[in-house]
């Protein structure tokens, strides 16, 4: 069974920066994703994934602002968030979605972004 760990979130100033890493254990095969997801109030929404051949999709809201990249033998996927402002305030779960024969996702614990003054 795959297990994510996230780390890298906490405090920031408004404009400051965070990089945020999330750990898949197991093994990954075939076509798959892995992101993040936040929530904010009511919703949750995507932010940012990467495929394991290297295609990115970006919210409108943080493109130019925020990087998804990730290291396949390392099983790690990270997301670098720059300039950041009040309004990203969210706990950001990492997701795993792998394509074989079926869709399963995997979920990381959450964690906290917190961008104040």
């Known amino acids: 069974q795959v297990q994510l760990v996230e780390s890298g979130g906490g405090l920031v100033q408004p404009g400051g920066s965070l990089r945020l890493s999330c750990a898949a254990s197991?093994?990954?095969?075939?076509?798959?994703?892995m992101g993040w997801d936040r929530h904010s109030g009511k919703q949750r929404e995507l932010v940012a994934t990467i495929?394991?051949?290297?295609?990115?999709n970006y919210a409108d809201s943080v493109k130019g602002r925020f990087t998804i990249s990730r290291d396949n033998a390392k099983n790690t996927v990270y997301l670098q968030m720059n300039n950041l402002e009040p309004e990203y305030t969210a706990v950001y779960y990492c997701?795993?979605?792998?394509?074989?024969?079926?869709?399963?996702?995997?979920w990381g614990q959450g964690t906290q972004v917190t961008v104040s003054s």
């Open positions: 997701n795993l979605k792998i394509f074989f024969g079926a869709t399963t996702d995997y």
């Open positions: 197991g093994i990954i095969f075939g076509i798959n994703t």
């Open positions: 495929t394991n051949g290297g295609v990115t």
